[in-house]
C-alpha cells in the first residue's frame, strides 16, 4: 500500500524537523537577550539622568538653605556665645572656657518692650564700645567672605553684643541701697534671687553712709524714655549700667540698640534650659 501524504516520509523527516526545532529556539534565546540589554541599557539612562538632576537641583537647595537661615537669623531668633561672667550663675562664661551659648528671641520685643526681670541682648552704645576689637580680618577677601557667614550666622557679627538684666524702663527711678542692701526702683526694692555675688554690704559697717562706702552704691538716676537700665547678675564683675552714668545716656541702653530676648541655654549639653526672666518687681 502506498504511503500517505500527510505523514512523515521516514528518518530525513524527523531531522529536519529537529534542525527547524533548534533554529526557532535560537532565535527567540536571541530575541530575549536583545531584550535585557535595552531594559538593562534604560535603567541605567534614568539613573544617571537623576544624578545629574540632583547636582543641577544642588545650587538651588544650598541657596533656599541659605536664604532661610539668613530670615531665620535676622528677624526671628539668633545664637550668642558667653564670653564672661558678668551674669553667673545664670548664664557662665569666662576668657579660654566653654561658654554658653544661648538663643536670643528677636520677635518679642516688636510689640512689646522688654521688662524688669527680662535678660536681653543689646548692642553697646559707643561709651561701651571704647575697647572692642574688630574680629574681622584685614585681608579685603577674607573680610568679605566674613560678612557674607555673618549674615547667615556662620560667623558673629563685628559689633560689641551685650548680655544684661534689665532693672528698670524709662521714667523709672533706680538707686542702690535701702538699709538691707538691695536696689531700689522708684522707692521699691527689688526682689533678685537671681544674684549671688555682688559686694559687701553690712549695715552700720559697710554701707552707702559710711565712711567707705560698699561697692553697691549708686544713683539715684531716672532712665530716659526709651531706654532700658541694665545690670550683670554677677554685680561684683559687671561693667554694666552703673560704669556709664556719665555717658549721653545716662548709663541706660536705648531700645533700639536692643536685639532681643535671652530665652534658652543651647549648649554644652549639660547646661540645657530655659533662662529666668522673672517679675522682680513686688505686685
Known sequence: MADSPHEPAGPAA??????FGRADRAVGAH???????????????????KEKSFWRELPILIVVALALSFLLQTFVAR???IPS?????????????????????????????????????????????????????????????????SLVGLVPPDENDLVKRVIAVGGQTVECCDDQGRVLVDG???DEPYVQMDFPFTPGVVTCETDVQSGRCFGPVTVPDDHVWVMGDNRSNSA??????????????PLDN???????????????????????LPS
Not at 524527523?14 to 534542525?19: A, I, K, P, T, V
Not at 554694666?240 to 541702653?253: F, K, M, N, T
Not at 530655659?274 to 517679675?279: E, F, G, L, Q, V
Request: charged residues 25%.
Open 188 to 190: 521699691v526694692p527689688l
Open 240 to 253: 554694666d549700667s552703673r560704669y556709664h552714668v556719665g555717658d549721653e545716656h545716662q548709663g541706660a541702653i
Open 31 to 49: 530575541h530575549r537577550r536583545d531584550g535585557a540589554d535595552d531594559t538593562g541599557e534604560t535603567r541605567t539612562g534614568k539613573k544617571a539622568k
Open 85 to 149: 561672667e558678668s551674669m553667673q550663675p545664670t548664664l557662665h562664661g569666662c576668657p579660654g572656657c566653654t561658654g554658653d551659648r544661648i538663643v536670643v528671641e528677636k520677635i518679642s520685643y516688636r510689640f512689646t518692650d522688654p521688662r524688669p526681670g527680662d535678660v536681653v541682648v543689646f548692642k553697646g552704645p559707643d561709651s561701651w564700645s571704647a575697647g572692642y576689637v574688630s574680629t574681622r580680618s584685614d585681608n579685603v577677601v577674607l573680610r568679605g567672605i566674613q560678612e557674607v557667614g
Open 258 to 280: 536692643v536685639i532681643g530676648k535671652a530665652r534658652l541655654i543651647v549648649l554644652p549639653p549639660g547646661r540645657w534650659g530655659t533662662i529666668d526672666s522673672p517679675d522682680i
Open 14 to 19: 524527523n531531522r529536519h524537523s529537529e534542525q
Open 79 to 81: 545664637v550668642y556665645l
